[in-house]
């Protein structure tokens, strides 16, 4: 790891840049933590992260379009409140607020209904599928799309026994 110099870009705020290239055998997850002292050696909390070395984020399992069906793609009645989402990896809730996942009217262009991933009910992570319940009644001959913030889900794939689903 390298540093770079320290600047003093306004009044109060000091910022150094880290670089880190990782070798080929750190490959998995590779912890970093770090703290400022001043000039006076008072230290400040230190922070921590974890890095994902040489890892693939699970992707989301696109499902095949058949008319008449209730999946997230295809034909959606008036009355569909039940969505799952399925992925190619094992995911979980996370571990922070403000992860929304959004319905969307395409002809407005504006959210229909959001739920906050962190803590909303009426999503359910269960193994690789992610299950969104709604109370929306669907407007016919409209197009709706979702959107999720990064975040939405968490994954496990590091963990060991007993194993948490950490962020």
């Known amino acids: 790891m390298v540093h770079s110099a320290i600047s003093n870009p306004s009044s109060g705020l000091w910022t150094m ?3 880190w290239t990782p070798l080929s055998a750190q490959s998995g997850p590779q912890g970093f933590c770090a703290a400022a002292i001043d ?3 008072l230290q400040s909390d230190p922070w921590c992260i974890t890095y994902l070395v040489d890892y693939t984020s699970p992707n989301i399992i696109r499902p095949t379009i058949v ?3 209730a999946s997230p793609i295809g034909t959606v009645f008036s009355n569909q409140s039940i969505f799952s989402i399925m992925a190619t990896n094992p995911v979980g809730r996370p571990s922070r607020n403000g ?3 959004c319905f969307n009217d395409a002809a407005t262009n504006t959210s229909v209904v959001c739920y906050d991933a962190g803590y909303a009910s009426n999503l359910l992570y269960n193994g690789y599928t ?3 319940i709604t109370n929306v009644v669907w407007t016919y001959g409209h197009t709706y799309y979702v959107t999720m913030d990064s975040g939405f889900a968490s994954g496990n794939v590091f963990c060991r026994e007993p194993c ?3 962020h």
Request: charge should be neutral.
């Open 130 to 132: 992610i299950i969104i």
């Open 39 to 41: 000039n006076h050696n």
């Open 67 to 69: 008319q008449g069906s």
């Open 164 to 166: 948490y689903m950490t």
């Open 99 to 101: 992860t929304n996942v």
């Open 17 to 19: 840049t880290l670089t």
